[in-house]
């Protein structure tokens, strides 16, 4: 299985990406895993949220194919601990045939079509972050869950 993380537009901060590439890296000793980032939408001052979302929307459902599991990072998606995250993975690696993709939404969230294809929705905290913190927050947890199942030292209880 691979794993992906889909996002709008690039990460301006220099230090959140350099960030990422280390964990991103990292990853690759684990699983297949890519980071995704699809082109902003143009033009956004002139549209309202729910154009916005909707076309954010046609962007990343225009990159799933059949069988492809898409979990959106959403404030109302179940919360896990770092243990519960990596059994889900693991149970995921078991199950998911093709891609796991993992989306990040633009500043508005999602559009109602890309929640209707969403199979879950996972949150990282009940806290708002940028969606640039969210980009390495996510791919800290994706390597912490991968060191876990190996039963290496990364994580303490």
């Known amino acids: 299985m691979k794993i992906e993380l889909m996002v709008i537009g690039r990460t301006a901060a220099r230090y959140l990406q350099e960030g990422i590439d280390g964990y991103v890296k990292r990853l690759s000793h684990y699983v297949p895993f890519e980071l995704k ?3 902003d939408i143009k033009t956004v001052k002139s549209l309202t949220e729910e154009r916005q979302k909707e076309l954010e929307g046609e962007v990343f459902l225009s990159q799933l194919a059949p069988g492809d599991f898409l979990v959106l990072l959403d404030e109302r998606g179940k919360e896990l601990t770092s243990r519960d995250f990596a ?70 209880d």
Not at 87 to 98: E, F, N
């Open 37 to 39: 980032c699809l082109p």
């Open 87 to 156: 059994a889900y993975i693991d149970r995921k690696m078991l199950t998911v045939p093709k891609r796991m993709i993992f989306v990040i939404g633009g500043p508005y969230g999602f559009s109602k079509e890309v929640y209707s294809r969403a199979d879950d929705k996972l949150s990282l905290s009940k806290m708002t972050f940028s969606h640039e913190m969210v980009r390495l927050f996510f791919t800290e947890q994706l390597y912490r869950a991968m060191t876990i199942l190996r039963g290496e030292p990364y994580h303490h």
